[in-house]
């Protein structure tokens, strides 16, 4: 079965760090385009990092604090994140694009309004909760 499981949630204060850990099972990442998106109450989804081929993105949000990398050994993919914000307060969720594997062409992740997957090519996890207390 192909799946991604998050873990490495939870609470902290403003000002705190957490990581958090993406293990991907019934496929690896080489072919993959992989990210991180999150999403608070009543606000759209939001794509806060990418790691592909081409390197690694962010948004403009979470810039000089977040930082994402993979273990391919491991088959898993990590967001550090330092200096959290009460605003960082989000359900994150781990995402990988296959379409290079499957359809042949790549297409990296995109942003959208909810974060949910649209597409047979994608894979998405359970998504993990952050809380960020001032």
């Known amino acids: 079965e192909v799946q991604l499981v998050e873990s490495g949630g939870g609470s902290v204060q403003a000002g705190g760090s957490l990581r958090l850990s993406c293990t991907a099972s019934?496929?690896?990442?080489?072919?993959?385009?992989m990210g991180w998106y999150r999403q608070a109450p009543g606000v759209e989804c939001e794509l806060v990092s990418t790691?592909?081929?081409?390197?690694?993105s962010y948004g403009d949000s979470v810039k000089g604090r977040f930082t994402i990398s993979q273990d391919n050994a491991k088959n898993t993919m990590y967001l550090q994140m330092d200096s959290l914000k009460p605003e960082d307060t989000a359900v994150y969720y781990c995402?990988?694009?296959?379409?290079?594997?499957?359809?042949?062409?790549?297409?990296?992740?995109?942003?959208?309004?909810?974060?949910?997957?649209?597409?047979?090519?994608?894979?998405w996890g359970q998504g993990t909760l952050v809380t960020v207390s001032s």
């Open positions: 790691i592909s081929s081409d390197g690694a």
């Open positions: 995402a990988a694009s296959r379409a290079q594997v499957i359809a042949g062409t790549r297409i990296p992740l995109s942003r959208r309004r909810r974060c949910e997957r649209t597409s047979y090519l994608e894979v």
């Open positions: 019934g496929f690896t990442f080489d072919d993959s385009d």
